[in-house]
């Protein structure tokens, strides 16, 4: 079990592998606090052989080559292009779609979302901007390059842009902070941009095409790695990392467009490379509009997406144990198409949440969710606090009261994370309100975790459960229902 910490009260910190939030004491009696986000439910596993997981689909605007990022909420930003320009909407899925906002010109558009769920995006031959509160910044030319510009975030919220252009060597990447170019150009790679993901040690791991498809490295402080061949490749392939291991998953289109491959790494090295999709690739008019993207989920469950024969947009989904699943049209009830060249399906992904979306179109940009996502404001946000503990109220969700515990940290740990023996203390059972006072402190050398959960108006209980916190290895739930000290 891994907790992240931070030395002052009331902080919120996002929940990475199995954290609860928690009191310690440690000479001379401070107290650190660490938050959770507890769920008011758990989303089952995508199964990898179940189109019925696919959410509404939902119109974002009229456009085309949409892409499609997550924040931490689970709000969807989406960019398109029309007309050579690039616009942008929020979409509280499956709700309601925002209002659209101007980026700038060009088209190609990428979008990502930094620790403050600000989206960032990247268009164009080659052009940045990012949203400031209240709109789009004038766009920043970040290089006189050719197109398919790529961009991921670092923790430290340093936006790293990778773009092809016609000079060699041709794939190239700059970081951009605080609206300025501080590093780039930077090569990469060679011929055909790919993708770009960070992993837990904040090292961009990215892909690039020859006449194979290859993996690099690159960190600030120490630039790019050396880039390592994997099998052959068509013109397009992409990369995600999956938090949990921080395995990397790789997609790319076979050569001559004879389906998908996907490999990964995990620690014990690259495994073998999966031929997938076969028979809604084979014949495409150009295997350069496959295109392939993957994103992988809190569960690491990661969902490929593509435009098949005929331009018809399929996906596929790949288990945790990285065994890829059947693949299912993206839009069975209306028939939409994907675009051509460069403008093919984009996946996006969180890696606190569960589930996936998808965004395409040709002329008009649809999204819909793959596997049981949760929809924005479903969570319940525990906060520790010197003298009591306070916590945000589910507007997804109905919430009457709410049950409140404590338990014995060093037993949770030394038990591997059973709650049953850990839970001492049902601190507040059917709480109306969403404070409660605690001034108590444990004693040095050891810490209390907290947990909450909400409870609706028929008495029904809701879930101690953090599903956005990546690694939780089961339900909390039998667990501390099973303490002789749980709220009844």
Request: aromatic share 8%; net charge negative; proline share 8%.
């Amino acid at each position: 079990m891994l907790f992240q910490t931070v030395s002052h009260p009331g902080t919120h910190l996002p929940a990475t592998l199995d954290e609860d939030t928690v009191r310690t004491s440690t000479p001379p009696a401070a107290w650190l606090a660490i938050a959770v986000l507890a769920l008011t439910c758990s989303a089952p596993a995508l199964a990898q052989g179940a189109s019925e997981q696919l959410g509404p689909r939902v119109t974002v605007a009229s456009g085309s080559d949409p892409d499609v990022a997550i924040d931490s909420a689970g709000g969807l930003h989406v960019v398109y292009a029309r007309a050579g320009a690039t616009y942008y909407r929020q979409v509280d899925y499956p709700d309601s779609v925002g209002a659209e906002y101007y980026v700038g010109s060009g088209d190609d558009p990428q979008v990502a979302v930094d620790s403050l769920d600000r989206p960032h995006v990247v268009m164009g031959a080659v052009r940045y901007s990012r949203w400031n509160g209240s709109g789009f910044i004038p766009p920043i030319t970040v290089a006189n390059a050719w197109r398919k510009p790529r961009l991921a975030i670092d923790s430290q919220d340093r936006v790293h842009v990778t773009v092809s252009r016609i000079d060699s060597p041709r794939v190239i990447l700059y970081v951009i902070d605080d609206d300025v170019v501080i590093s780039g150009p930077d090569a990469v790679g060679d011929d055909n941009n790919g993708a770009i993901d960070f992993d837990g040690a904040d090292v961009a791991q990215l892909t690039w095409r020859s006449y194979s498809v290859y993996h690099n490295t690159y960190t600030m402080g120490g630039g790019a790695g050396s880039s390592q061949s994997l099998h052959p490749s068509s013109d397009f392939s992409w990369i995600a990392v999956d938090r949990r291991d921080d395995s990397l998953h790789v997609v790319n289109t076979v050569r001559y467009g004879e389906g998908i491959h996907y490999r990964a790494k995990t620690a014990a090295g690259w495994g073998s490379t999966q031929t997938v999709a076969l028979a809604e690739v084979s014949g495409v008019d150009d295997a350069d509009n496959v295109g392939p993207t993957i994103g992988a989920d809190v569960d690491g469950t990661k969902v490929v997406a593509f435009a098949g024969r005929a331009r018809v947009p399929y996906y596929f989904v790949v288990g945790p144990d990285n065994v890829p699943g059947d693949t299912f049209p993206l839009d069975p009830e209306n028939g939409s198409l994907s675009g051509g060249k460069f403008e093919n399906p984009n996946v996006g992904a969180h890696p606190g949440r569960p589930g996936a979306f998808v965004a395409w179109g040709n002329g008009t940009a649809y999204v819909r969710s793959v596997g049981p996502v949760l929809p924005p404001g479903a969570e319940v946000l525990l906060t520790v606090e010197p003298a009591q503990l306070s916590w945000t109220r589910p507007s997804a969700q109905e919430a009457a009261t709410f049950d409140v515990v404590r338990g014995d940290l060093g037993t949770l740990l030394a038990t591997a994370g059973d709650f049953t023996p850990a839970t001492d203390e049902c601190l507040g059972d059917d709480v109306p309100d969403t404070t409660l006072a605690y001034a108590v402190d444990p004693g040095p050398d050891s810490g209390f975790w907290f947990a909450v959960r909400p409870v609706a108006a028929d008495g029904t209980p809701g879930s101690y459960d953090a599903a956005n916190a990546p690694g939780q290895a089961a339900s909390r739930d039998a667990g501390i229902d099973a303490a002789a000290t749980a709220c009844p």
